[in-house]
């Protein structure tokens, strides 16, 4: 049902394709490049997005920090999988395979910072649940003055940003000891082959590739990938796979003025009507109405 198609030529400037349409409620200027791309969201805007509540397993070009200030929930990072509940903070390196589920009671904020910004922050996954509430009122002042600078845009601002981040790894230094996910990290062959599988993932998303596509590029069979997803995510890879172009279909049809054909179309679909009927199964909504609902009616 897919097919390979050509990237097109053109793509909305300064968009990082791999950030849900639900995570770029505020974003730096490109006047200073390394934080044209940082991103802040409130937990419960990424709640809202669809009516989703797991977010697709899939890798980030970004540095991720989540604090979860209400509700409960669980992760799945790398293979392994924790609940979370009120006053945590999750932090996940750039490249690691995770699906974080965010239901419509869970609030806080999700923080993107461009890999390789801040030196200080953690190349390990990181999960700290505080009940000190100086802690808590730390984290959540230091989001809310990158909140606030990022929208304000005073002079100055993208020092007071980096600044904020940079303090923000102090906070996670700090507290390593406390860290629920500080486990050595499998190596597994299996593992390795997630990670892959999550990279090729977000080079080849709009490829139009089938399981089978991506099982030969990483020199398995189709069974034994789906097999070692299955053991780390809960779901086979052609799930993974489907969930992470309905994600991209969600940020095309949020972000772009592009027609529903041409997502489809971008996307490997040989069929609009195909693509429809599949992304109304996922979400619940026609990709025509999921637009109509999510729309920001012009680019980041």
């Known amino acids: 049902m897919l097919r390979s198609v050509s990237k097109p030529a053109t ?14 409620e505020h974003a730096t200027t490109p006047a200073s490049p390394a934080l044209a791309y940082v ?8 709640a809202s997005g669809a009516g989703w509540h797991v977010e697709a397993a899939r890798s980030l070009s970004a540095d991720l ?31 690691v395979m995770h699906g974080i589920e965010v239901g419509p009671r869970v609030q806080g904020y999700a923080v993107f910072i461009p890999r390789g910004m801040e030196p200080g922050l953690p190349r390990n996954v990181m999960q700290i649940r505080t009940t ?6 730390e ?16 002079e100055g601002f993208d020092r007071a940003v980096a600044a904020q981040i940079t303090m923000l790894s102090v906070w996670l ?21 997630v990670r892959d599988f999550a990279a090729l993932l977000e080079r080849e998303i709009d490829a139009g590739k089938s399981v089978s ?13 789906s097999r070692v997803c299955r053991d780390s995510f809960g779901k086979p890879a052609s799930e993974v796979l489907q969930d992470r172009i309905i994600l991209e279909a969600r940020r095309m049809l949020g972000e772009t003025d592009l027609k529903v054909q041409e997502v489809s179309a971008r996307l490997g679909f040989s069929s609009p009507a195909y693509f429809t009927r599949l992304f ?6 026609s990709p025509s109405v999921f637009r109509q609902r999510h729309s920001r009616g012009a680019h980041v």
């Open 11 to 24: 793509e909305p400037p300064f968009i990082d394709r791999r950030f849900p349409a639900t995570m770029q």
């Open 39 to 46: 991103r802040i969201c409130s937990l419960q805007s990424v």
């Open 65 to 95: 920090f989540l604090w979860i200030t209400k509700g409960q929930g669980r992760s799945t990072i790398d293979g392994i999988t924790r609940g979370y509940g009120p006053h945590t903070a999750v932090f996940v390196p750039a490249g």
């Open 132 to 137: 000190d509430m100086s802690e808590q009122g």
């Open 139 to 154: 984290a959540t002042r230091m989001i809310e003055v990158i909140q606030s600078e990022m929208s304000d845009r005073r």
């Open 173 to 193: 230094e700090r507290r390593t000891g406390r860290n629920e996910r500080a486990a050595p990290a499998r190596s597994s062959a299996a593992q390795r082959i």
């Open 213 to 225: 596509d991506f099982a030969r590029a990483l020199s398995v069979t189709p069974t034994h990938l």
């Open 280 to 285: 109304a199964q996922r979400t619940g909504l």
